[in-house]
């Protein structure tokens, strides 16, 4: 795919973060009137109504759900940056990326449905705040951070359940009708935070609660210097009112930018598990082989699957015949060792071939169909690198079932009954 000119956006008016707007309040000022517009993103009744609301009681600051660099996404000025595939290979950051992006992609969906680009509410916002004389402040905490705390915070069957009904969602599959204009009402905001929370309490506590803490220190710190009309998300706006009721009570803004600790979760656990099952299967294999031709069929089963399955994922992403190669012949080498993955390797080939750049990053932010991703060569680079990865990990799970099966190591039906 030949490289294209990735479109400028129009200039963006000024914004200022919190440190610019939010000069040390005097001592014993008091706060002033906090005025919350709730809105659905992707909505053009919402952006009249942020428009009416600013117009209309003419606030000195508006305030918006937005962190500097989703501003900078929103309008065009992300900085060009060098795409490092290695780095974005390596670890978990490969699965964080494509949640991260698959959330970004739905919305991104839902507001082409609706004929309105997600934020554009807030771009009214801060254009109608220019033209009536109010300062601006993006009051959301750092997407970065937020996100961050957000995969940490998931367990994995949470993480599971998550990809599990976001993959549809993106690919179109059991879509139902959607009356966007009925989210901004309470009770519709209150039942979906609760189907989420339902998902994933410990998720639903960072994206909605730690913000609305976030968000409501915030606005009164800036209610100090004058009237504040925010413009948030209708899923905010319940829990900034409670918190602004009590602002002695809201927490720290420090405690809630913290990234989160290392910790030892059910992966880490889990790839600890199956290192110490591989290990047990070459010492079984050594152990009671008898043979040399044993061993041999051994290996051969743990090459052929582990390689099988990986190269298999590779296919199934649309890869280059050499990723689909080097996914086959590494797999069995990587499977052993807990600090390298089939789809590093295969992953790294198929960038090699296809050179994506810091403009397919951009396009595929605009992707409007699964078809446009498959054409986008970073979104292949990773697809390929995941369902290798995950290709390995089906046959390691099925090479070694079938090696204590061939060879009677041990009966896998039997080691489950007696673990069971």
């Not at 003419?58 to 795409?83: F, H, M, N, W």
């Not at 220019?130 to 995969?151: E, P, S």
């Not at 009570?249 to 889990?270: C, D, N, W």
Request: aromatic fraction near 8%; charge should be neutral.
């Amino acid at each position: 795919m030949e490289n294209e000119e990735v479109k400028k956006e129009s200039p963006a008016p000024p914004c200022l973060t919190m440190e610019q707007v939010s000069p040390v309040p005097p001592v014993g000022a008091k706060p002033h009137e906090i005025i919350v517009v709730g809105t659905a993103h992707v909505s053009e009744k919402s952006v009249q109504e942020v428009t009416s609301a600013i117009e209309e009681t003419k606030p000195d600051i508006v305030a918006i759900e937005l962190c500097p660099a989703r501003y900078k996404s929103l309008t065009g000025q992300e900085e060009e940056k060098e795409i490092k595939i290695s780095e974005l290979l390596s670890g978990g950051k490969l699965y964080f990326f494509l949640v991260q992006w698959f959330l970004a992609y739905i919305q991104k969906k839902i507001g082409d449905e609706m004929g309105v680009k997600p934020g554009s509410e807030m771009l009214a916002a801060i254009e109608t705040a220019k033209r009536t004389g109010a300062r601006v402040a993006l009051v959301d905490r750092d997407v970065g951070i937020t996100i961050q705390r957000f995969w940490s915070a998931m367990g994995f069957l949470d993480k599971v359940r998550l990809i599990g009904s976001l993959i549809p969602a993106a690919l179109g599959w059991g879509e139902e009708e959607i009356d966007i204009e009925s989210i901004t009402q309470d009770d519709i905001v209150s039942q979906m935070i609760s189907e989420f929370r339902k998902i994933s309490p410990s998720a639903a506590n960072v994206l909605v609660d730690e913000r609305d803490a976030y968000i409501a220190r915030n606005l009164y710190q800036l209610s100090l210097q004058g009237r504040v009309l925010a413009v948030v998300g209708a899923g905010h706006k319940e829990g900034i009112a409670k918190h602004l009721a009590h602002p002695e009570q809201i927490p720290s803004l420090e405690g809630l930018s913290q990234k989160p600790a290392k910790k030892i979760t059910f992966a880490r656990v889990f790839g600890a598990v199956v290192t110490l099952l591989i290990l047990a299967t070459i010492g079984l294999v050594l152990v009671k082989a008898q043979s040399s031709q044993n061993i041999a069929l051994a290996f051969g089963i743990w090459f052929l699957v582990t390689g099988g399955f990986s190269a298999l994922g590779v296919v199934l992403a649309r890869g280059h015949p050499l990723s689909v190669l080097t996914a086959l012949m590494v797999a069995w080498m990587t499977t052993l060792n807990p600090f390298v993955a089939a789809g590093w390797f295969a992953g790294m080939v198929e960038a090699w071939k296809l050179k994506p750049t810091v403009a397919d990053l951009k396009r595929l932010a605009q992707a409007s169909s699964f078809d446009q991703m498959m054409q986008n060569r970073l979104f292949k680079v990773i697809l390929v690198a995941a369902l290798a990865n995950l290709g390995a990990m089906a046959g390691t799970f099925i090479g070694i079932y079938l090696i204590w099966q061939r060879l009677g190591l041990v009966d896998p039906a039997e080691l489950l009954k007696g673990i069971l």
